[in-house]
T-cell receptor, first 116, second 114 residues
């Protein structure tokens, strides 16, 4: 049971390039999340998904896109990378049987992205 | 919208001593959860402790305990018998049943002196 895995661990992009951050969970969780953490700050929610085929915006969605075609995978797409997207990106997942129900969020190890 | 405030950017504690990290939050919801997460240099986010707002009893996990004051909207973390491995960033986080996101505070960096 690997939990939440993210690839790559590190990446350097040039301004204007695009890339996809991968996130996979093997816990059959229905909810999945993408956060970013800027230096010295807490995490901010980019996008989340309540199940396959359903996604919604968080606090800071601009410049990103997501899709959720399977329960396990929740990739985050950066189009036209900008220096402001330099950050550490965390994927997380949780299981909830009822709307608004709560269980622990499990986090992946993070991806450090630098845009130059 | 909820806000979470951690007023101590850095704290320092002697090994084996006790330290308390502060957190306040603002919400209009009555049903919510509060969390403390630890982030060591590895960057992994590790759940330390959680508190359901409807529970009056303060949560405890081994050397970690909270002081939850619902009326004051305060949620502090006490670490007893501090160990070198406790050195990390600590984030307070809020989850309301009306929303679908964790709201994080800005973090407190804890240093443990041998």
């Amino acid at each position: 049971n690997a939990g939440v895995t993210q690839t790559p661990k590190f990446r350097i992009l040039k301004i204007g390039q695009s890339m996809t951050l991968q996130c996979t969970q093997d816990m059959n969780h229905n909810y999945m999340y993408w956060y970013r953490q800027d230096p010295g700050m807490g995490l901010k929610l980019i996008y989340y998904s309540v199940g396959a085929g359903i996604t919604d915006k968080g606090e800071v969605p601009n410049g990103y896109n997501v899709s959720r075609s399977t329960t396990e995978d929740f990739p985050l797409r950066l189009e036209l990378a900008a220096p402001s997207q330099t950050s550490v990106y965390f994927c997380a997942s949780r299981f909830s049987g009822t709307p608004g129900g709560q269980d622990t969020q499990y986090f992946g190890p993070g991806t450090r992205l630098t845009v130059l | 919208a909820q806000t979470v405030t951690q007023s101590q950017p850095e704290m320092s504690v002697q090994e084996a001593e006790t330290v308390t990290l502060s957190c306040t939050y603002d919400t209009s919801e009555s049903d919510y959860y509060l969390f403390w997460y630890k982030q060591p240099p590895s960057r992994q986010m590790i759940l330390v402790i959680r508190q359901e707002a409807y529970k009056q009893q303060n949560a405890t996990e081994n050397r970690f305990s909270v002081n939850f004051q619902k009326a004051a909207k305060s949620f502090s973390l006490k670490i007893s018998d501090s160990q070198l491995g406790d050195a990390a960033m600590y984030f307070c986080a809020f989850w309301g049943r009306a929303g679908n996101m964790l709201t994080f505070g800005g973090g407190t960096r804890l240093m443990v002196k041998p």
